[in-house]
């Protein structure tokens, strides 16, 4: 109290202040703001032989004390009138502020405590560099102190935004549930190591390191920053490789991710639980048993035994992380009966450096029977401990700051809406990849549309949303009990996530769906990718519709929830079938029709509505109405009005109509066929081009082929229609076939560059030549393999093909009767006979097929001459029929049709003799495709174009990098051999002026538009705060001493140079209270390099005294 520090003397005055200099005469010396830096330097001056006369009974006179006494009375009255005395908890902080002010030995009242509060705090470190985090919160201009950062600006919006949702009241730590996050791994990355990163893959030269330094431009200055580089060639020296690696890892869709976002639960329950009070012991002690993190490696046994540097890469994470948990599948052959044993393992890092086993429990034999991830997932489920468990991907990541409210979350559980239980708690994610390229903001968007808007309204109103996949979180003790939370059959679990939420709804269990957390994830980024990943999930509907867990869930939901159920679950594959299908009997149908002259009845034409079937086909943009609305209000109105222009600009009607065909064949394959199989999708940066064979390979059977197809009807129709309205009529089914035939061309990077395309038109004609090396390598392995189902798919699924086979002969027969091109041979006779020009072509074809027989017996120069000598002829024989007779090219045309139709039944029935005519279908499609590729390749610019619209938000924003970084790659294969062309060097010089100049210019016209610091008005409220943050020459106070000194202060030394947690305005908040145990290093965070300074003052100094006696709740 201050009663015994005014009546003890000097003595004790002299104890409680060892380094402050006493007052002088009758006055007790007191701190301003202006001498608080002085402080240290003064104190060794003093003359401590001084007398120091010091009585109770003299009033102190300190203006600092009365000026900041004023200030915060001012400041809690301000609280207190915006406050509601009617509400009750408002009127308890009341009352508490209330009874501050009027304590009479409190701060307000008693001045010599003041004045030695006052005092203990200058002289504090901690007090300092609160002092400057409160200033540089309050005295900055807003600009300064907003973040710059996109993502951080959404995270924060986001957090801020959700603590106005309805969310559960948070237990205390010890109150709270528990639960465990699965991670099932297979072979994926881990942490990108040097190799990966910086080999160069595509014609830019352009290194995964490159591309994420492009991306993340911002974030790899603030890297370089903190790291306290000038030179980027050192970041892979031995120092710095590590923390190079970790940056780009965390950053991409790998392992390191994943862990590192999931390992902040651990850091946010720490820190809750340093608000609650709590000590160390008892902290490390609920962190086990309230959180758990395993992941379930299936192969590391087998990585550690092959020397495998991902299992090194995995042990690292298990020491930075000591409460990570790895499970996987050993095996064990035991030498008397040769036989093999496995065994579920458990292992942990012991703190040491090395791995701890913790667990290893014998099986009955290998678990991996069926799908591979959910059995990874089931034979870990034993090494959980939590009530609950919450399934997380590895392509995912997780926040801190949705970390804190996961104790809320948990408690959705014990809340029963209905008359069921809640035993799936589903959460909202964010997809992280959105900003890689073009095609990857489409598959963002389009995963908004779904996980908000579809499972919002799945939820509710129609009470029927299922597990759809990671991040859920299950009720452990409901699943364990009734058949698990993945099932694992070959083939019919194809989709494993949704057959959980068959099992819950079929056996009683509610799904909840919140908002208010949100879990990042990624999404497939090119084509390919995003082409396998729609495969494998029509592949998964389709399996679906024939497992007995649908089955037996239509037979229990009533009529109103069946139907729900068909729109949220495979009901949208059918109805993707059945719009593909659609388009295929209108094209026909109307081909027919103006090939038959049926567009009439009677004698009277059909009068067709072209203008309102446009009109009709617009009403389509108002399916966008939902996605803009969410997108309004998520990030703004104008915001959502510019993305949803750039994705019409940047072809996204394309992809997803390319995506609907998609859907529908594998749906379609798979009822018909089967033959579902998981496809890896790779979760890599599309940077390179994919060749054109490559590209035929994937398209082909699904898309290419229909897109001629259509686009040959279409054709035919309009040559034979009486209608009119062509355009009108037929743009829609115009804009399908485009989709299906320029999709995977346009989103290829570099297709419209010429050397590119003179390069996939080699490889293209190579391949088709191939006759060994796999499908990859040779077009008469792929066709065998493409169309290997045909021959064994059932009778009943035959008739679909046969009906198409029909199809064809109508056509074939309507163009041969029709009078196109017809010409009179009697006027006019050929000069060369038709019938000599027929065998010809004839005889020169069986050459053909002859010379592919033999030609592994003749000599090169000779099988190149006769194959020149055939094709010459086969040119002019058919040229000579087309001249000579006009009527051979509608001969020709139905000939093909009809020749189609044959090839159809001959696949059927499994007839070899079909391969040679779908060898000169495919040769015919691929010069469809490459005729216009060529066009463009010659014109340039489309090129450009192209380049722009598909990485306008990340690599390629302009031309000027384009090329810098094509120079780039050429000067590091030469090495340094040879000399550089001084013309490149010329032009390369020329171009980093421009790019400087633009720079300049840009930062001249953001220096313009900021607001002077000189014209922001001194404030007399915080001049005291301001005149203490003005250090003198010779202690240096700012934000790098303060960490420094908070190191220091605390007495905990950060190993392997880590230091505490800097926010995003450099300013130390939270310190080690998010970092937890100081003496593990806690990867994941890196600071700026702090200064020494001359302060050793730690944290004793500075003590806080709470009142005795607190006023009644």
């Known amino acids: 109290p201050a009663s015994q520090r005014r009546s003890s003397g000097s003595k004790a005055k002299k104890r409680n202040e060892p380094t402050g200099p006493p007052a002088r005469g009758v006055f007790r010396r007191t701190l301003s703001a202006g001498s608080l830096g002085s402080v240290s330097n003064q104190a060794a001056s003093v003359d401590r032989s001084q007398s120091k006369v010091t009585d109770e009974n003299v009033v102190i006179a300190d203006a600092l004390r009365d000026h900041t006494r004023d200030k915060f009375r001012a400041l809690i009255n301000s609280l207190k009138g915006i406050m509601n005395a009617s509400d009750p908890e408002s009127k308890e902080v009341m009352d508490r502020l209330t009874f501050a002010t009027s304590m009479e030995n409190g701060f307000f009242w008693d001045d010599a405590y003041a004045s030695d509060a006052l005092d203990d705090m200058a002289r504090s470190d901690i007090f300092k560099s609160v002092v400057a985090k409160?200033?540089?919160?309050?005295?900055?201009?807003?600009?300064?102190?907003?973040?710059?950062?996109?993502?951080?600006?959404?995270?924060?919006?986001?957090?801020?935004?959700?603590?106005?949702?309805?969310?559960?009241?948070?237990?205390?730590?010890?109150?709270?549930?528990?639960?465990?996050?699965?991670?099932?791994?297979?072979?994926?990355?881990?942490?990108l190591n040097k190799g990966e990163l910086e080999t160069r893959s595509d014609a830019l030269g352009v290194s995964t390191m490159l591309y994420l330094q492009t991306l993340f431009k911002a974030d790899w200055s603030n890297f370089l920053e903190r790291m306290g580089l000038q030179d980027e060639e050192k970041v892979w020296s031995k120092k710095y490789s590590n923390e190079t690696r970790q940056w780009a890892s965390i950053r991409a869709q790998t392992l390191n991710r994943t862990v590192s976002g999931m390992m902040y639960f651990e850091k946010a329950l720490r820190l809750l639980a340093n608000l609650e009070r709590l000590d160390d012991d008892t902290t490390n002690d609920l962190m086990g048993e309230k959180f758990g993190y395993i992941v379930a490696c299936q192969v590391y046994g087998q990585m550690k035994k092959d020397q495998d540097s991902k299992a090194d890469d995995i042990d690292a994470l298990m020491h930075r992380f000591p409460h990570m948990r790895v499970a996987y599948i050993d095996s064990v052959r035991h030498q008397r009966s040769g036989q093999m044993a496995f065994y579920s393992c458990l292992v942990k890092s012991n703190g040491d450096g090395k791995i701890q086993e913790l667990y290893r429990v014998r099986l009955p034999g290998n678990p991996i029977l069926g799908e591979g991830k959910p059995e990874n997932q089931n034979h870990a489920m034993i090494f959980t401990r939590g009530e609950f468990v919450q399934t997380i991907d590895m392509n995912q990541e997780g926040y801190f700051e949705e970390a804190l409210k996961m104790r809320n979350a948990l408690q959705e559980f014990a809340k029963r809406d209905g008359p069921m239980p809640t035993t799936i708690l589903g959460l909202r994610e964010h997809i992280f990849t959105g900003s890689v390229s073009s095609l990857a903001n489409y598959m963002a968007l389009q995963e908004t549309s779904f996980v908000t808007l579809g499972q919002r309204v799945l939820t509710k109103p129609l009470c029927i949303r299922l597990h759809y996949g990671h991040p859920d979180v299950f009720d452990k003790l409901f699943f364990i009990t009734r058949g698990g939370i993945s099932k694992s059959s070959k083939g019919i679990n194809l989709s494993e996530d949704i057959f959980a939420g068959y099992n819950n709804a079929i056996r009683g269990g509610q799904v909840a769906f919140k908002e208010y957390l949100q879990v990042g994830k990624g999404r497939d980024v090119g084509m390919s990718q995003i082409y396998q990943f729609e495969a494998k999930l029509s592949q998964g509907a389709?399996?679906?519709?024939?497992?007995?867990?649908?089955?037996?869930?239509?037979?229990?939901?009533?009529?109103?929830?069946?139907?729900?159920?068909?729109?949220?679950?495979?009901?949208?594959?059918?109805?993707?079938?059945?719009?593909?299908?659609?388009?295929?009997?209108?094209?026909?149908?109307?081909?027919?029709?103006?090939?038959?002259?049926?567009?009439?009845?009677?004698?009277?034409?059909?009068?067709?509505?072209?203008?309102?079937q446009m009109l009709l086909g617009g009403l389509g943009l108002l399916q966008t109405i939902p996605l803009f609305s969410t997108l309004g209000v998520e990030r703004g109105w104008w915001a959502s009005f510019c993305e949803l222009i750039q994705v019409f600009a940047t072809g996204g009607p394309l992809h997803f109509m390319f995506h609907i065909q998609t859907k529908a064949n594998y749906m379609t394959q798979t009822i018909l066929v089967g033959g579902a199989k998981y496809r890896p999708t790779g979760r890599g940066f599309v940077t390179q081009h994919t060749p054109m064979d490559e590209q035929y390979r994937f398209f082909a059977s699904s898309h290419l082929y229909l897109g001629v197809e259509m686009g040959v009807l279409l054709v035919i129709m309009g040559v034979y229609s009486d209608a009119g309205q062509y355009f009108g009529r037929t743009w829609s089914l115009w804009l399908a076939s485009l989709s299906f035939l320029v999709s995977p061309f346009w989103f290829n990077p570099l297709t419209f560059d010429w050397n590119m395309v003179t390069s996939d038109y080699v490889k293209f004609i190579t391949w088709m030549r191939g006759n060994s090396g796999g499908a990859s390598r040779s077009w008469s392995i792929w066709w065998g393999e493409e169309n290997a189902y045909y021959s064994k798919m059932p009778f009943a699924s035959k008739i679909w093909f046969i009906i198409k086979s029909v199809l064809y002969l109508t056509i074939a027969e309507g163009i041969a009767r029709s009078d196109l091109l017809r010409a009179d041979t009697t006027l006019n006779q050929p000069k060369i006979g038709v019938s000599f020009v027929v065998s010809s072509i004839v005889i020169l074809f069986a050459l053909w097929g002859l010379l592919g027989k033999v030609e592994h017996m003749m000599s090169y120069p000779v099988r190149r001459t006769i194959g020149i000598l055939i094709a010459v002829g086969l040119m002019a024989s058919c040229t000579t029929a087309l001249v000579e007779d006009s009527n051979f090219i509608r001969y020709g045309l139905a000939a093909y049709y009809g020749i189609g139709a044959m090839c159809q039944l001959g696949l059927l029935s499994g007839s070899k003799f079909v391969k040679n005519f779908y060898f000169v279908h495919d040769l015919v499609c691929g010069h469809i495709i490459f005729i216009p590729l060529f066009i463009l390749a010659i014109l340039q610019i489309p090129h450009y174009i192209q380049t722009w619209l598909l990485y306008h938000n990340a690599l390629s924003s302009d031309v000027v990098v384009s090329n810098i970084l094509r120079y780039a790659r050429k000067s590091q294969e030469s090495g340094g051999t040879s000399a550089p062309n001084e013309d490149l060097v010329e032009q390369i010089s020329e171009l980093r002026k421009v790019v400087q100049k633009q720079e300049q210019m840009i930062e001249s016209i953001n220096n313009s538009g900021a607001r002077p610091t000189s014209s922001l008005r001194q404030n007399p409220s915080t001049d005291a705060i301001a005149s203490l943050i003005k250090a003198p020459s010779r202690e240096q106070l700012d934000i790098q001493t303060s960490v420094g000194s908070y190191a220091r202060a605390t007495g905990h030394s950060q190993p392997g140079g880590l230091r505490p947690t800097l926010s995003a305005s450099t300013l130390d908040v939270w310190g080690e209270m998010a970092l937890g145990d100081a003496s593990i290093p806690q990867g994941g965070y890196q600071t700026a390099p702090t200064r020494q300074t001359s302060s050793t003052r730690g944290s004793s100094d500075f003590s806080f005294t709470q009142p005795d006696v607190m006023p009644p709740r």
């Open 134 to 191: 409160l200033q540089g919160l309050v005295a900055c201009h807003p600009d300064e102190v907003e973040p710059k950062s996109k993502e951080a600006k959404r995270r924060l919006t986001f957090f801020v935004n959700s603590l106005f949702m309805d969310m559960p009241n948070a237990p205390s730590i010890h109150d709270m549930f528990s639960w465990n996050v699965l991670t099932p791994y297979y072979k994926e990355t881990v942490t």
């Open 542 to 612: 389709g399996e679906q519709s024939l497992s007995r867990d649908v089955y037996r869930l239509c037979h229990r939901l009533d009529f109103s929830r069946l139907l729900s159920y068909y729109f949220g679950g495979i009901g949208h594959y059918f109805s993707n079938v059945l719009t593909v299908f659609t388009i295929y009997v209108v094209v026909y149908l109307m081909a027919i029709l103006a090939l038959y002259d049926l567009e009439k009845i009677g004698d009277r034409l059909i009068t067709p509505m072209g203008t309102i």
